[in-house]
Structures are given as structure tokens and as C-alpha cells.
């Protein structure tokens, strides 16, 4: 099995509030996962932890093989995270928005406005790609969300950090 996301005894305290007592979970690469449960359950503080977000007082968690407190960045270099909100500016088209953050993260004008188009067409947005956010409906927000969040091409190996040329 090739593991994605592994978690034992993940534990997090708020003061004396402990939002997470001994999580364990495991989830293979390629499956998707849905985390249900009430309002104070620990959905999002077990999803900001494994992606690096918060520090965990204890446990042992491990995304894509790689330790979340000793090696975050190369857990960071791996994982996309969409919040429950977008993240994109409104002003500008969902094909600036992903253009804009490839230049972010160092894939040149040419690669960043590849990836764009790609992702693009994968989340069916080719249509609504040059207009303004502030006009898509919802649908089209989260769609754009989601690519936005993959933008940086997490799955595949890291680049290294030199600039590409244009």
C-alpha cells in the first residue's frame, strides 16, 4: 500500500481544551477522504496540522512519507490545500488568479501560463477563464479554488528552486 497520510495518536491542546486526543488514520495515495463530525470535533485542526499549519503536542504524522514537524517543508512542497473559503482576488480572471500564483511559485511566464490553460480545462473553466471572479457563481469559484490549490503541481516531485526561463 502506498500510504498518503498517516497519523498516530495526532494530540492538540488549546490551553486546557484538547482539540485532538490521540487521532490515528490512514489513507492511501489516489482515495479521498472526508472528515465528518460536529462543530468542535477537530476537522479542521487535524487538516491544519497534517498540512503544516499547527504544530502537534504529540504523535507521530507523516504526509507523503515525510515527518510534518521535522521535514514541513518537504510535506509543504507536496500538498495542495483549497479552505473552505476561496483564496483568489476577485479583480482579477480565474486565468490571472492561476498565472499569478505559478509566477509565485517559480514555474516562469511560459510554464505558470501552461499550467494555467491545463487546469483550466481540466476544471472545465475555459469559458468563465477570462472574466473577473467577482462574476463567477459559486460553482465556478470553487472550481477555480480547487485548481488554484493544485496550481503548484503537488503530487509530482518538487522543482528545484532555481528560476525556469520564459
Do not use: C
Amino acid at each position: 500500500m502506498n500510504t498518503a497520510i498517516e497519523a498516530d495518536g495526532l494530540t492538540k491542546h488549546y490551553g486546557g481544551h484538547r482539540a485532538l486526543d490521540g487521532v490515528g488514520l490512514s489513507v492511501e495515495a489516489g482515495t479521498v477522504l472526508g472528515l465528518l463530525g460536529p462543530n468542535g470535533a477537530g476537522r479542521t485542526t487535524t487538516v491544519r496540522t497534517l498540512a503544516t499549519l499547527l504544530e502537534p503536542d504529540a504523535g507521530t504524522d507523516r504526509v507523503a512519507g515525510f515527518d510534518v514537524v521535522r521535514q514541513r517543508r518537504e510535506v509543504r512542497r507536496r500538498i495542495g490545500l483549497a479552505g473552505q473559503y476561496a483564496a483568489v482576488d476577485e479583480l482579477l480572471t480565474g486565468r490571472e488568479n492561476l498565472v499569478l500564483l505559478g509566477g509565485l511559485l517559480r514555474l516562469g511566464r511560459a510554464g505558470a501560463r501552461a499550467r494555467a490553460a491545463g487546469l483550466l480545462t481540466q476544471f472545465e473553466l475555459e469559458a468563465a477563464a477570462d472574466k473577473p471572479v467577482k462574476e463567477y457563481s459559486g460553482d465556478l469559484r470553487r472550481r477555480l479554488d480547487l485548481a488554484v490549490s493544485l496550481i503548484g503541481a503537488p503530487w509530482r516531485t518538487p522543482p528545484s528552486n532555481r528560476r525556469r526561463s520564459a
